[in-house]
């Protein structure tokens, strides 16, 4: 017989946080509408999240195809980018700062299982990205995760532990690269036509 026994699973203990008619009423209308590739603004998807619990700053961009668990355990800052095809597993809170960015095809991940458990427990750990963080195209974030203030995980990083503030890590696991220097914006370096 087998060491583990995945027939013996119970995750019980385990609740959403809402009902299981507001759960089916997110599945079938909410998300489609957030998952929608033929509108053409975020706004309606902000709404549409506000709608189902979810808080949100303002100048909150959220591309098409995102995928969010659940819109309960979800609080944005202000003037945060969500791209195309992220998905937020959201078991329990997912918190991410103003002015941070998920790139294209990211993934926050708050569940996972007891693998000294025979019978595969769930464990859930929330995750935080803090102001000006960036999580790169492609990359992971693993539950209990913090990524400090402005730090980076480059694209395809798996992020397994927690990144310091103004640094940059890559890889699987992501490890160290260097510290993050972010310009000062000056009149000079703004776009041709922007007010000065």
Known sequence: MSDVRLRDYDNRWYHPGRSLAWQVAWFLLGLPVLRSGILPSSALRVAMLRLFGARIGTGVVIKQRVNIKYPWHLAVGDDTWIGEDCWIDNLTLVSIGSNACLSQGSYVCTG?????????????????????????????????????????????????????????????????????????????????????
């Open 112 to 196: 996972n299982h007891d693998w000294s458990d025979p019978h595969f427990g769930l464990k859930v750990a929330a995750v935080h990205l803090e102001e000006g963080a960036w999580l790169g195209a492609k990359a992971m974030l693993l539950p209990g995760v913090t990524m400090g203030r402005c730090s980076v995980a480059t694209a395809g990083s798996v992020v397994t532990r927690s990144l310091p503030a103004y640094e940059i890590h890559s890889g699987n696991p992501a490890r160290f690269v260097k510290k993050r220097e972010i310009a000062e914006a000056s009149p000079a370096a703004l776009p041709e036509g922007v007010a000065r």
